[in-house]
């Protein structure tokens, strides 16, 4: 079973930045990669961005330039800059711990190699 503890969230003022950061605990497995999903009101969960143990990264097309995804292995946790904010980024940002890479990969997932944090609530808003 793989804990996941996210902060980081917030409000802020359009234009701004913000940190989260997602910590996973894992005790004799390596975790493959970890990303950041958002998923705002009436909509979908999207991906973020992503990151595997071997430093690999992966983007939402139209997030790419303004967020930037980075790893520290020796404490399995990852970190979600966001720069220059629009209210349309307003979502819950999920963190997930893709253990064996089915997620990372595109093929099926399953609960015990596939996890998720509680959220955290980012508001971009004057």
């Known amino acids: 079973q793989v804990q996941i503890v996210e902060s980081g969230g917030g409000l802020v003022q359009p234009g701004g930045s913000l940190t989260l950061s997602c910590a996973a605990s894992?005790?004799?497995?390596?975790?493959?990669?970890m990303g950041w999903y958002r998923q705002g009101a009436g909509e979908q969960r999207e991906l973020v961005a992503a990151?595997?143990?071997?430093?690999?990264?992966n983007y939402q097309e139209s997030l790419e330039g303004r967020f930037f995804i980075s790893r520290d292995d020796d404490r399995n946790t990852a970190l979600l800059r966001m720069n220059d904010l629009k209210p349309e980024d307003t979502a819950v940002y999920y963190c997930?711990?893709?253990?064996?890479?089915?997620?990372?990969?595109?093929?099926?997932?399953?609960?015990?190699?596939?996890?998720w944090g509680q959220g955290t609530q980012v508001t971009v808003s004057s």
């Open positions: 997930n711990a893709d253990v064996n890479g089915a997620r990372w990969y595109g093929a099926r997932t399953d609960p015990g190699s596939d996890y």
């Open positions: 894992e005790i004799g497995r390596s975790i493959f990669a």
């Open positions: 990151i595997t143990k071997h430093g690999y990264t």
